[in-house]
C-alpha cells in the first residue's frame, strides 16, 4: 500500500471499509462536455458522476465540513469532484479548500478533474497540500478520444472533433507529468466504453502508468439521461466485460476495484452515502467528537486495518502467495452491503453489490455491480411485470458468481437466483469473515445443495 493513501478509501481498498469522504459540490462549470455526460443538479436519487441535490458556495461547504467532522470521526479526505470540473472553477475550489486546510489541517485534500487546466493549477495545488489527483483518461488517440468528447473549451474558443481531443490529451499528459515531478499521487479514471474504448483500454493503461500515474480507476459506462450517447442507443458493458478489461490492465499497473461512481455531493463510506439517500450505520449515533477523539479513534481503525492486511499476506505466504487469474475451487460471491465492511443490506434495496473471488488465502475484491433496487426502484413495487424485469436483469448482471450474500431476501427472487444456478445465502456481519465462511460450506456441499433442481 502507498503510506500516503492509508486512510484514503478512494485510493486504498482496505482504507473504504473503515474511513469516509466527503465530496463537496463547489463546481458547477465544466470546460469540456463527454458524450456520456448530462449534468443535472437536482437528483437525488441516482448515484453517478455529475449528479448533486445543491451546488454550494465555499462558505457553505466549509459549515457542511463542520457539521459532518464532528459527527462522523471516520471522515479522512475531503475531496472536489463536480459537479462540473473542479479546475473550471478555480476560485470557487481553492477558496473552499483554503477554508478546510486552515481549519482541519489533519484532514487530506483531493480532487478530481478532466485534466485540460492541471498543469495551469499544479502550483496551487502543491501550496494546498493536495496530496491525491484524480485525471479522467478516457483514451489516448485523438481519433478514438474524439468519440466520446463531443467539444473542449479552451482559452476562449471552442474546439470540437479531432482538434479538441488532440487538445485535451497534450494538456492531460503535461498536467500529469507536473503531478509527478511534485509527487502528488495521481489516479486515473476511464470509463469503459464498449464499441468505442474498450480495446484501447490496455494502451491507456500502459501511457498513463508512463506519465507517472499511481493506479487506474476503470469504471463502466454510466449513460446520463439526455446525453449524446442515450440518443446513440449506446449501453453500458457487462460485469464480466469490465472485469476483463480490469483483470488485462491489472498487469500494467495497479487498478482500483472498489469504486462506486459517487456522487458529487457524496458524504460518508464507499457504499453508504448519506448524501443522495440511504443510511449508514455509523451516522444513526448523532454525537459529536472532539478533534482528540477523532483521533484516537482513526488511529485504531487504521491499527486494525493494517492487523488484517497482516494476516493476508500471512494466508497468501502460507498457501503460495495469490493470482489475479481465477484459481482451482475459488467461489464467486456477490455481497449486498450498506458499507462499512459488513453484510447489512436486504436483496431488495440493494443498489450495488460487491463481487469477490474467495480462494483459500481469503477473498479477492473483483468489482462492483451497479444494479436497480428491487424494492426502491423506478417500478412500482405494485408493478409485477416491473419488479419482474428488474429481477431478471439483477440476475442477469450477477450470473457470473455462485453464491449472493444479503441479509434477507423474497421467496420469488432467492428461487430465480438457486434456478440460475446461483446460491443465496442470508447472513449478517463481517464481510471477510462470512465470505470465508460461505465459501468452505459452498465447497463442502456443491452446487447442488443450493441451486434448485431442474
Sequence with gaps: ???????????????????????LAVAPACNIHCKYCNRKYDCVSESRPGVVSQVLKPSEAYRKVQETISTLPQLSVVGIAGPGDPLANPRQTFETFSLIKETW?????CL????????????????????HVTVT???VDPDIAAEIYDRVHW??????????AEILLERQAAGIEELRKKDILCKINSVLIPGVNDSHLLKVAETVSAWGAFTHNIMPLIISPGSPYEREGRVGPSGSETLKIQEACSAVMPVMRHCRQCRADAIGFLGGDTASAGTQDTLAIRRTYPPEEREAIQLELEKQMLAKQEQRTLRSGACGGGSSKRQPGSVKVAVATRGNGKINLHFGHAKEFLVYEVEETGPRLLGVRKVQAYCNGTA???????????????VAMLSDCDILLSSGIGENPSRLFREAGIAPIV???EIEKELMEAARFYRYLGTSAFVAKP
Design 1 to 23: 500500500m502507498e503510506p500516503r493513501s492509508i486512510r484514503h478509501p478512494c485510493y486504498s481498498e482496505d482504507a473504504h471499509y473503515y474511513f469516509a469522504r466527503m465530496h
Design 105 to 109: 489541517p489533519e484532514l487530506e485534500l
Design 112 to 131: 478530481s478533474t478532466n485534466g485540460l487546466k492541471l498543469a495551469d493549477h499544479i502550483e496551487d495545488l502543491e501550496r494546498l497540500g493536495i496530496g
Design 137 to 139: 483518461v478516457n483514451a
Design 155 to 164: 482559452r476562449g474558443k471552442t474546439y470540437r472533433g479531432k482538434e479538441a
Design 380 to 394: 412500482d413495487c405494485a408493478d409485477p411485470a416491473g419488479k419482474g424485469r428488474i429481477l431478471e436483469e439483477t
Design 427 to 429: 447472513k449478517k456481519g
